[in-house]
């Protein structure tokens, strides 16, 4: 089989960001997160999907990318409301550091906004469904269990999602959102102290056809994002094509 030079060098660009993501880790485990721990959120339908993603600061820092095919099948969340997703969690007693994923940029957060956001209610609500999940899961629930009932008492939605609204029990202003779409940039946001502490640490991104949830290590344009998923996309379409022609 031939290559053209604009063939190999697209493949030569999605060898190296997947080879970057094969050597990241991935979980697929049963709920139970504790201070300090990345909490993946799948949702919009009736079903919703949780994973822990180990250290905030470490995640953060080196990035990840985690195989979320047992969340995103018929079984599990699915339906006819278009898949929603975010990343939730916190330090623990203290009111921050805490983080959150958002559909927007951190560059268009005003000086308001910033102020509107509550972490008192936020961890409140956080800490609650933490310890909700701790209770269940530390009994003799599934071990494997990843998909929980939008009803279910334990859920994210009854928690922090309550009124459907994407706000985090209503823990920041409601012209953000705590959430993106599946296909769409997700902005992880942190923070640290008074408002104004509020940034952009690192961008996440969930692939509705590699069914991977992927988080660079800083952020980086929407447009580069996407860049990245194509490049793996285009090498998964390049080795089929490789295996018929020989």
Same mark, same amino acid.
């Given at each position: 089989?031939?290559?053209?030079?604009?063939?190999? *060098?697209?493949? &030569?660009? !999605?060898?190296?960001?997947?080879?970057?993501? $094969? +050597?990241? @880790? #991935? =979980?697929?485990?049963?709920?139970?997160?504790?201070?300090?721990?990345?909490?993946?959120?799948?949702?919009?339908?009736?079903?919703?999907?949780?994973?822990?993603?180990?250290?905030?600061?470490?995640?953060?820092?080196?990035?990840?990318?985690?195989?979320?095919?047992?969340?995103?099948?018929?079984?599990?969340?699915?339906?006819?409301?278009?898949?929603?997703?975010?990343?939730?969690?916190?330090?623990?007693?203290?009111?921050?550091?805490?983080?959150?994923?958002?559909?927007?940029?951190?560059?268009?957060?005003?000086?308001?906004?910033?102020?509107?956001?509550?972490?008192?209610?936020?961890?409140?609500?956080? *800490?609650?469904? &933490?310890? !909700?999940?701790?209770?269940?899961?530390?009994? $003799? +629930?599934? @071990? #494997? =269990?990843?998909?929980?009932?939008?009803?279910?008492?334990?859920?994210?939605?009854?928690?922090?999602?309550?009124?459907?609204?994407?706000?985090?029990?209503?823990?920041?202003?409601?012209?953000?959102?705590?959430?993106?779409?599946?296909?769409?940039?997700?902005?992880?946001?942190?923070?640290?102290?008074?408002?104004?502490?509020?940034?952009?640490?690192?961008?996440?991104?969930?692939?509705?056809?590699?069914?991977?949830?992927?988080?660079?290590?800083?952020?980086?344009?929407?447009?580069?994002?996407?860049?990245?998923?194509?490049?793996?996309?285009?090498?998964?379409?390049?080795?089929?094509?490789?295996?018929?022609?020989?």
């Amino acid at each position: 089989m031939r290559f053209t030079t604009f063939t190999r *060098t697209v493949m &030569a660009v !999605a060898v190296t960001v997947g080879a970057i993501i $094969a +050597g990241m @880790p #991935s =979980k697929a485990d049963a709920l139970v997160f504790a201070p300090g721990d990345a909490v993946l959120v799948i949702y919009g339908n009736d079903n919703e999907g949780y994973m822990n993603l180990g250290n905030w600061n470490t995640l953060k820092t080196n990035g990840g990318s985690f195989d979320v095919s047992s969340i995103l099948n018929a079984t599990g969340v699915s339906g006819t409301n278009t898949i929603q997703y975010t990343v939730v969690g916190n330090a623990g007693s203290t009111l921050v550091p805490m983080w959150f994923g958002n559909s927007t940029d951190i560059s268009t957060w005003t000086s308001t906004n910033k102020n509107q956001v509550s972490p008192n209610t936020y961890n409140t609500a956080l *800490t609650n469904w &933490a310890g !909700a999940l701790q209770a269940v899961n530390g009994g $003799a +629930g599934d @071990p #494997s =269990k990843q998909i929980y009932g939008k009803g279910d008492s334990t859920s994210f939605h009854t928690y922090l999602n309550p009124q459907d609204n994407n706000l985090l029990a209503a823990a920041i202003p409601g012209t953000k959102r705590g959430s993106a779409d599946i296909d769409s940039v997700l902005y992880l946001l942190e923070r640290t102290g008074a408002a104004s502490t509020l940034a952009g640490v690192a961008n996440g991104f969930l692939n509705s056809q590699t069914q991977m949830f992927t988080v660079s290590a800083v952020p980086i344009p929407a447009a580069a994002v996407l860049f990245a998923t194509g490049m793996i996309g285009l090498i998964g379409i390049a080795r089929r094509t490789q295996r018929l022609a020989v």
